[in-house]
């Protein structure tokens, strides 16, 4: 198994985040995976976005230029990555910030309306945790569990966040489910 | 112990604890500033001590002073950094004190840019400082190997009692990946360096020093500088090969970051049916002239591929003279694709 | 009997030093020699000697000893210092040394509050390297590099180490001495006392000054070297103490709570 | 009674004892010493206070001090 | 008719900064072009950029610039002064730039009098390498270097560049201002506009240090930024004018007669 | 003008200021010092300036600064002082500014002593700071060339605005030979440099800059680098051979003072009967490759001498792949005699 | 008659100005500006007495101010 | 014509100047010179040192190991460098304060009582003049002229110890020629 994600939203979306869980919990299940940040001179308000490789195998290249899936969380991530996406992969796109797709064919395209999904739970801010919890409904990369088990292992000792966001997960986890999608 | 997920930069400072190294100064700069920000959290709990210093030149001095001591002791930066460490380092090799350097190599020259780059080979292997001195220079391909080489470097510095350097780039330290670390070394246990500062007391007063007036005393330095030098040429090469097969259509140069982007490439081809085999040296310095060779033996062409305009070409033409090197790189912090080097890998092959 | 009431201290090692004849090194190493001996702190002190005339200090002291890069002597005690902080250490620095290459790492070091002791040798030039303007050296003497007198309009005029260096809060001793007039030796001898003195104690960074003399880059006989030190100099660099760990500290420190 | 020893080896003849010394009894050598310089010498013993301010002042640890009996401190600064 | 009583300088280009909502570095921009422009000097002005926050300072003024290394800008100032007296040079630099790995060339362009003028941006962090502690980071203020707040023990406490500065015997102007403080924005400019006119009167050295925010690396928004930078900075780091070019100078410098 | 007798270190200083130089940034080292006191002296009667820098570090910036004004300047030191300036030289590199840089190499590493080497080859060649770039060396062997070398640098670092480097060692510097100097240069009648800090009056800023933090822009930068580099290579390469023939018992590569000794060496083996050649590179960098490949392919056998533990031997090996290189070098400031050379010559060529 | 103009999409919305106003005229917008910022307006422009405080403080220079006829300065510091 | 000279010496006995006297005055009679002096650190009160090559020829290494000609004004520099003169050399001896010789025989040695001599003309610190103008008497490396004329050229405005020197070297040149050695 190799599936790289490549997340990319604003810079307060929480996008290293999920990648980092992702990762955890991946490893966790005894896959190796390897967590590469964009990083670059502070430019306040741009796209932050990290790519994640989880593989049975030990993990080459770091650098991925043609991603198998995308977790685009807002329109710009979408426009810049989403043409990269590997023909027959995987494009998650937040429904709620953009209204857009990628006009291409080769690629199946889930919506997940992450913000209004998150607000219900509760708050806005969770909307990474929703699409997490899709993109492994749908990749079944690891198991839910193991995602909530880190995240819990990240927020130790903030219930309240730690409620908020299992929600979240186990809300976009049903979602990813739902879409039906084989990739 | 269990793997953990961390980034390249905190593993190193995780390293350093437990090869027995409780002490740190250093100076911020990106991409490195996890490494202090981390010790700088981690180190109360294992009664260690993080000094901002003023500067890397102050760093690098009191890393120094720290050694002559008997400490183990590290400091990391990053290329702008490194440079104004250079007098400090060569202090280092002539006074013959065990230190670890940790390059996070950004994009140059001058200020340059902060993403990633290898462009500091030429410095790190032949000309980290003035006068005739060399550094072991290790170079880690991913977090856990970063790791390793950390502990290894503690002990070859001892060993050697001369400076060693982790060369990485920026994606080295700010990739996360699982890591697995050594056991801990009780900085207690490690062996007494008789030589070092302690206080004359009930012996002679030791005298750590790198200035030597009488040029024969400071020849005979010299001599046993080179000696030590031929000594890691023997035994402490090290290097990693991959896909190697007696006929090959090309032998791939390449250490760090730039060896994992070739594999995939390797791999992409091999499944075309093309044979094309990876040389990774993990000792920059010394580098393994003869292993090298040796794969240059076996293949139609050659290439090297780094993140810099061809600092390792003439390592690669060093151990396989006369042999044409062809190059591929991108510079400024641009890292390519294992399309990118792909593709160059096959327009080489069928030209 | 005869008691022997002055002699070589066991600090100081039983060799000629290579100082030009005259020179005020000598004396200023006597007295730290004399002030680790009575203190008891020989065996376990380190010394960091300066890229400077006294480079080869170590081969006159007789204890433990490194040889620092230009101006990095503060640098490389506070390694040291941190380290081991049991070991009694101190750098001895020339005026081009700590007040020119090196302002930076002595003025960090004193910041930080390093726990070592600082003997600082000002002798308005650059013995070693054959007589270069330093930044101490006064207005309109003459030098090498400022071969028609030290021009304070292109190059300034000459720094004040102690008067600077007292301004930093973090607590700390300094205080600046001669040994170029025999009757201040003694007063010498006290504030290098006080210095180790506070070392020992943990208290505090310590800094003496040295208004010092170079017969030979100066051109001058010894003595008039010293009698030049107390008329040119002196009015200008002070004896005294500029500073002491129980001045109080500036007002607006908020040292009690945490601030986010 | 004091009493000072100039040790003619080490002295540079820097001549920075002779006029630290309240009672004026030092004075140079006419002949040079193995360094090549003039060395220091007391000249009227007697009449030295032990008061070490030569010893004091040499930079070279040239001139040692002892005492036998009481020791006055006749000068003042 | 409307007359424009208040926009944009020529001196700064019509762009927007990298810089972060509500950050002082924006204000103190402003000032310098505003003074530029009043005193008529951009067309001769050659700005000097740090490694900091500001090091794209360049694309904000509207005139010459320079992209020094890290705390060499007074160095690298000397240079273009010395090599064309006729252009108005300045500096802008942050507290690590300045205060830590640039502490020599700063204390020493000072001591040389250099003819150029220092804007000092103190904001109590490293702001763009993502809030490491400054030099004059305050008592048990956190920064990622030290998180556990800043221990005046080990780190010593932090320092006041005008009270250092200005006990430099080469006359100089130095004085500390704020823009994080409205009312004190006029008083601010003033103390440029008298750095930028010293300086075309080639009469002194001038740094001029405004005590700033951070509200990105200090975790706060700019108006509690602000109200903490008026809290617990300014008590320890007053506003005011240190030195003056017409001080007298200290006692003991004999300048009349040449010496040998 | 008539012939002078005059110190290297003083010639260096004179022929600055024919080749229009007026400002000199400096900080005072052995054995160099006669620089910029010379200078100090002589500046006034040529309205020139020589400020004495708190250090190597503000030295270096300083003239970084001055060279982005747009003006001619110079600055010397010997090995410690040239560590400390790496990281102002990779600026320097990196902005494209011309400046002139002159290191009196002494022994090391770390303070060394004072006596003549040749220990800062790598350093100058390939590491002299961090990133991707390379510097324009040149070795002189005598006062002469030494004056001669200065008024080049000039022009070639104006020619690419790049940084130039006199790579000389103590007995260069200390040592007297005839002088005669080329014509004064007018700093006014030099050619503009539209891209200097001169006060925006009347034009768009000019910015000076080494920052470029798009990767895209700084990769060109360093794509400009290397076109730049490449043009050294291919038009500035200089160098001396000495008693070439087409059946050589021996080549001899040198530079600077050692070459001269070697001559001294050759012409004694001559009278016997022994033809020796001798290669002298003047551009260290470029170095001059296929010419010393050609005197060597006329060679039964090589050798590299050198003040240093054999750093130039890597260039001559690329010079004439898979031929041995032999070596003879002393180290500490040992400056070996023709007789010793000469000895060493005959060994190899019986052996 | 004072006026300021608010340059909205200048403006990085750190509210700054809104603080600096002795008159307290100017407030935060409801919908974001291009660059993903809440701006300030002028809420009540016939109170404003053009004293500039607003576009003082203005770390971004998204403030303009002119005057028609004659200015007052009302407030005091 | 290729002559090597080392003149060695205390510090402040003046080898350097005459030295440098030497090569300038060769220079100007179109000679190839070099002078090196023996640099190291300052180790006050030691031998100072240089070396002079005079030649027809360009001057290939500077560095002499084995010199023609020696000029020893003390002791120490006559045991460490007269046994380093080539065979069938010359070496001037200053037998004002050196009371031995060589020991060789296949040396030619000259001793010029320099400080006397200097001192009967008015100053002992002319001794490296009279030793000099014996230098040129003997080895007619150049002429006394071109020596005198650079002497006054150094010390220009001095008069006191322009007349002094030219003494001096007259005095020297006088007694090199009477020693009547041909090398
Ligand atoms: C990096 C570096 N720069 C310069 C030197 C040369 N140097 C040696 S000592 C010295 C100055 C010494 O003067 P000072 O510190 O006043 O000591 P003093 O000799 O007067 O006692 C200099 C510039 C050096 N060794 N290293
Ligand atoms: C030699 C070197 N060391 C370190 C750095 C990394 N660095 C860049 S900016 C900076 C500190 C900036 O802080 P400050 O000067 O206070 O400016 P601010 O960002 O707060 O305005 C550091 C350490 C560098 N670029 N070069
Ligand atoms: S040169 Fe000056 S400081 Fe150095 S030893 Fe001689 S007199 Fe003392
Ligand atoms: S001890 Fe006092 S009195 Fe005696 S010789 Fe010394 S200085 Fe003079
Ligand atoms: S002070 Fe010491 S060295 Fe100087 S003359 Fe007197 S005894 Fe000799
Ligand atoms: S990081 Fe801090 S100093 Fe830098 S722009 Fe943002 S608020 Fe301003
Ligand atoms: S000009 Fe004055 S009154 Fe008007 S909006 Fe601005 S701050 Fe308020
Ligand atoms: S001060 Fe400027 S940037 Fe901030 S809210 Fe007001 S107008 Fe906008
Ligand atoms: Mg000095
Ligand atoms: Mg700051």
């Known amino acids: 198994m190799l599936t790289e994600v490549v997340m990319a939203g604003f810079g307060g979306q929480g996008l290293m985040l999920i990648g980092k869980l992702l990762a955890e919990a991946s490893m966790d299940e005894g896959k190796e995976v390897c967590w590469l940040p964009s990083y670059g001179p502070e430019m306040r308000g741009g796209t932050a976005n990290c790519t994640v490789v989880v593989s049975d195998n030990p993990v080459a290249s770091p650098v991925i230029n043609k991603p198998r899936t995308l977790v685009a969380m807002n329109r710009p991530s979408l426009e810049k990555f989403g043409p990269k996406v590997r023909s027959g992969g995987l494009v998650l796109i937040n429904s709620s910030l953009i209204d857009v797709n990628t006009g291409r064919d080769d690629v199946t395209e889930v919506l997940i309306a992450a913000n209004e999904e998150a607000q219900k739970i509760g708050n806005d801010k969770a909307a990474n945790m929703v699409i997490l919890g899709a993109y492994i409904g749908i990749m079944e990369v690891c198991t839910l569990d193991s995602v909530i088990k880190w995240m819990e292992h990240q927020f130790e000792g903030k219930q309240k966040i730690i409620d908020l966001n299992r929600k979240a997960l186990e809300r976009g986890f049903e979602l990813g489910k739902a879409a039906e999608v084989k990739v | ?351 | 009997m005869i008691e022997t009431i002055f002699s070589r201290p066991e600090s100081l090692r039983e060799v000629s030093t290579h100082y030009c004849p005259g020179c005020t090194h000598g004396i200023t190493h006597r007295l730290i020699a004399e002030v680790l001996d009575e203190l008891g702190l020989r065996e376990r002190t380190v010394g960091v000697a300066p890229v400077g005339c006294a480079v080869l200090a170590y081969n006159y002291f007789n204890c433990d000893f490194a040889e620092a890069a230009h101006g990095r002597a503060p640098a490389m005690a506070t390694g040291i210092k941190r380290c081991r902080p049991n070991l009694i250490v101190f750098t001895y620095q020339g005026d081009g040394d700590l007040a020119s290459i090196g302002t930076a790492e002595i003025f960090h070091a004193a910041n930080r509050g390093e726990k070592f002791t600082v003997i600082f040798v000002n002798n308005a030039i650059y013995g070693m390297t054959g007589g270069q303007m330093a930044p101490t050296t006064m207005p309109n003497q003459k030098a090498t590099t400022c071969p028609f007198g030290r021009d304070v309009e292109t190059a300034g005029y000459p720094v004040r180490v102690c008067e600077v260096l007292s301004k930093i809060t973090t607590p700390s001793y300094i205080a600046r001495v001669t040994a170029a007039v025999p009757k201040e030796i003694p007063r010498a001898k006290d504030a290098l006392r006080k210095a180790f003195q506070y070392q020992a104690e943990n208290r505090c960074f310590s800094l003496v000054e040295f208004v010092s003399t170079c017969p030979t880059n100066w051109g001058m006989n010894p003595l008039k070297a010293c009698e030049w030190a107390v008329s040119d100099m002196m009015p200008y660099y002070p004896l005294g103490e500029f500073k002491t760990p129980d001045d109080p500290l500036p007002a607006g420190l908020n040292l009690i709570e945490g601030d986010e | 009674m004091p009493m000072i020893k100039v040790h003619k080896e080490t002295c540079k003849g820097c001549e920075l004892c002779i006029h630290a010394c309240p009672q004026e009894i030092l004075v140079m050598s006419k002949v040079l010493n193995k360094k090549g310089y003039f060395y220091a010498m007391v000249e009227d013993p007697g009449r030295c206070i032990g008061c070490a301010m030569c010893a004091l002042t040499c930079p070279d640890v040239a001139i040692e001090v002892g005492v036998q009996g009481t020791r006055y401190v006749l000068y003042e600064y």
Chains 1, 8 share one sequence.
């Open chain 2, 1 to 351: 112990m269990a793997r953990v997920l961390m980034k390249g930069n905190e593993a190193i400072g995780e390293a350093a604890i437990r090869a027995g190294c409780r002490f740190f100064f250093g100076y911020p700069i990106t991409p490195q500033s996890e490494v202090p920000e981390y010790l700088a959290k981690r180190f109360p709990e294992v009664d260690g001590h993080f000094i901002q210093a003023e500067s890397e030149v102050a760093a690098s001095n009191m890393i120094y002073g720290a050694a002559c001591s008997g400490t183990r002791v590290l400091t990391t930066s990053s290329s702008p950094g490194i440079s104004l460490m250079s007098e400090a380092i060569s202090y280092c090799a002539g006074t013959e004190v065990p230190v670890v350097f940790v390059n996070i190599v950004r994009a140059g020259p001058g200020l340059g840019g902060i993403l990633p780059s290898q462009g500091d080979y030429w410095q790190a292997t032949r000309g980290m400082g003035h006068g005739d001195f060399r550094i072991l220079v290790l170079a880690p391909n991913c977090v856990q190997e970063a790791a390793d080489l950390i502990m290894l470097a503690f002990d070859l510095a001892d060993k050697y009692t001369n400076p060693v350097m982790i060369l990485g780039d920026g994606i080295i330290g700010q990739m996360m990946e699982p890591v697995e670390f050594g056991e801990m070394v009780d900085p207690e246990t490690l062996p007494e360096k008789p030589w070092a500062l302690t206080g004359a007391k009930g012996r002679e007063p030791n005298i750590l020093t790198s200035l030597f007036l009488d040029p024969n005393v400071l020849e005979a330095l010299n001599q046993r500088l080179l000696a030590k030098y031929r000594q890691m040429e023997a035994v402490e090469k090290r290097w990693e090969t991959y896909n190697i097969s007696d006929n090959m259509d090309l032998a791939v140069y390449a250490w760090g970051t730039m060896s994992r982007i070739g594999k995939t490439a390797i791999d992409e081809l091999k499944e075309r049916g093309i044979e094309i085999g990876l040389f990774r040296p993990i000792t920059l310095y010394p580098y393994p002239y003869e292993a090298a060779g040796e794969v240059a033996s076996k293949a139609k062409k050659l290439i090297s591929i780094e993140l810099s305009t061809g600092q390792m070409i003439d390592d690669v033409r060093l151990a396989a003279p006369g042999r044409e090197v062809n190059f591929f790189g991108r510079q400024g912090g641009i890292v390519p694709t294992p399309e990118d080097v792909r593709d160059e890998f096959l327009k080489l092959i069928e030209s």
